[in-house]
């Protein structure tokens, strides 16, 4: 079974070193555009989002000696297809109270249809009335459903609409990296 | 005075096995983590319990917030049908349902076609007539919301209070509150004081609490103790094992958690008690009695309550009273269940409780 798709219909398309790259290079291309750090919030969207939210944190940290704060968020309350969908676990979201003023990055694993994303902003509003907001994704794999574009990507992948994407990493899944997973059961594609 | 000398020191198990498997299937879905109705806590496994309880860690985050409102229920809408008198469980349902985005309409008996003599099943058809997706119900006689989900395929049923049957949102906001507060209830010794005879609140709780792995204790006069045990649905209408200790000194050493139970005004003319005084000197709860407990000992209470009289106005008020935070945990709870009734549109018609 050494095809393109192996045992499992899938193959990987970013290892632990391309992840980590990509990573790195969105914390650089945050740190330029914003010109530092100044009022800047990172807020990852639950589950990988926040996992990738403070790497890039860790990593600006690393490169330019400050902190920026990492928050949680949860989408499921603000979700447009909340009837069309068995009940997801809510997790609770982290974020300070008011953001008004802030310049927002928000973090995700995969855009797709850029509902989720359509929904983080709805949320964001109801803390605050933030400067900015921008999108962090490690994957765009296109199909947008809204007009909706990141500001920092890891990887462009085009994909059908049958293949799903899965990001692993290493907090949540014990290793990083993306897999193309074809009609398999990925709960991971929904970005 | 004999007769409640007479059960001293006594325990006793209520237990008879459940056909679990037969009320269990009754109302999960095909994913087995949503349930169309939430009729008592004693289909609930220990798993969506927790689930539960998890939920409303989140919900509750939402209530803190400056803006308390998500858009999650927007255009469902939500009836709340009380055929008794309530204050924190109709308007806690009415808080979450808004917080939610819901539309909630309250309706009472009195003042409705009730009044003409309507049905209830006739009630509950008009309003699934009308489109109504979720009713929340409280009614004086026990399993009137088992009935209502048996016959409204297209509502789903929450029971805010049936009878001597079941209250199972009080059940597990007080499960989540003892949480919230000691992490877990394994292990736990939680006492029941009062009028469990006709309490649904302590029967659903009894049945939450020994879920999640807490040892109950009941304590009260002789004959305010549950011993012929009502039946709903023509299944039995039992519980998981418990003890019975009607010395509340006795019963409340060692105790983690003290729930008193209101006693109601029919109760006391009503032949089940010598004396009110005789109550008040036995059973109160009081700060004297709970020094014996643990230290970090925490009082719960169902409300409304008679103050001086299940409880004294030190207790109720005092440091270690939970019961402000009942309350406001009830808010959260209450919107984890609508929310959790409301989601998935793929609950199918199978799933549906049809008789058995």
């Not at chain 2, 011993?227 to 519980?239: I, K, P, Q, S, T």
Request: no cysteine; glycine share 8%; charged share 25%.
């Amino acid at each position: 079974m050494k095809r393109a798709f192996g045992v499992m219909n899938q193959h990987k398309v970013m290892n632990d070193q391309d992840v980590r790259r990509a990573l790195a290079r969105i914390s650089h291309e945050i740190l330029e555009r914003n010109k530092g750090t100044d009022d800047l919030i990172m807020v990852g969207l639950y589950t990988r989002g926040v996992t990738i939210a403070q790497r890039l944190s860790e990593n600006i940290q690393k490169f330019e000696g400050t902190i920026v704060p990492v928050e949680s968020l949860d989408i499921s309350l603000y979700r447009d297809d909340v009837q069309l969908r068995i009940a997801q676990p809510i997790k609770p979201t982290t974020l300070a109270a008011d953001i008004s003023g802030m310049k927002v990055v928000l973090v995700d694993d995969v855009l797709f249809t850029g509902r989720s994303i359509r929904a983080s902003m709805d949320s964001l509003q109801d803390f605050g009335r933030a400067k900015e907001i921008q999108l962090a994704v490690l994957v765009d794999r296109g199909h947008r459903e809204l007009p909706l574009r990141a500001d920092y990507v890891g990887k462009n992948i085009p994909t059908s609409l049958e293949e799903q994407v899965r990001v692993r990493l290493i907090e949540t899944d014990g290793t990083d990296d993306v897999v193309i997973v074809r009609s398999g059961d990925g709960n991971n594609s929904n970005g | 005075m004999t007769l409640l000398l007479s059960g001293l020191g006594m325990v006793i198990t209520l237990m008879v096995d459940v056909e679990s498997n037969v009320i269990g299937s009754q109302n999960v879905n095909a994913a087995g983590t949503n349930r169309k109705h939430i009729l008592d806590v004693d289909v609930l496994s220990e798993d969506e319990i927790l689930n539960i309880l998890d939920q409303t860690d989140a919900m509750s985050e939402v209530l803190r917030r400056d803006i308390k409102k998500v858009p999650a229920l927007r255009g469902r809408v939500i009836v709340t049908l009380f055929y008794e008198a309530s204050t924190r469980t109709r308007i806690s349902f009415e808080e979450a349902g808004k917080i939610l985005s819901a539309d909630v309409i309250n309706m009472s008996s009195s003042g409705s076609s009730v009044d003409k003599g309507e049905s209830l099943l006739n009630t509950g058809l008009t309003l699934q007539a009308m489109g109504v997706d979720v009713i929340v119900v409280r009614h004086p006689y026990s399993g009137a919301p088992n009935l209502l989900a048996k016959h409204l395929p297209k509502v789903s049923i929450i029971n805010a209070g049936d009878g001597l049957h079941a209250h199972p949102t009080q059940a597990l906001l007080d499960a989540y509150t003892v949480r919230s507060k000691l992490g877990s209830l394994k292990g736990l010794k939680i006492v029941i004081v009062g009028d469990v005879l006709h309490s649904r609140v302590a029967r659903s709780a009894i049945w939450a609490f020994t879920k999640l792995g807490a040892e109950i204790v009941l304590s009260g006069p002789n004959t305010l103790m549950p011993v012929g045990l009502n039946l709903v649905d023509g299944r039995a209408n039992v519980l998981p094992p418990v003890s019975v200790q009607p010395d509340l000194d006795d019963a409340i050493r060692g105790a983690d958690v003290v729930m008193a139970l209101r006693l109601q005004n029919e109760r006391q003319n009503g032949g089940y008690l010598p004396s009110l005084r005789e109550y008040i000197r036995r059973w109160q709860i009081t700060k004297d009695r709970l020094s014996s407990a643990s230290k970090e000992v925490l009082v719960m209470h169902p409300g409304p309550m008679n103050e001086g009289i299940e409880i004294s106005t030190e207790v109720a008020h005092g440091g270690r009273s939970l019961i402000e935070e009942q309350v406001t945990n009830g808010v959260a709870l209450r919107m984890a269940l609508l929310y959790q009734v409301s989601a998935g549109g793929y609950q199918i018609e199978e799933e549906h409780p049809n008789g058995q």
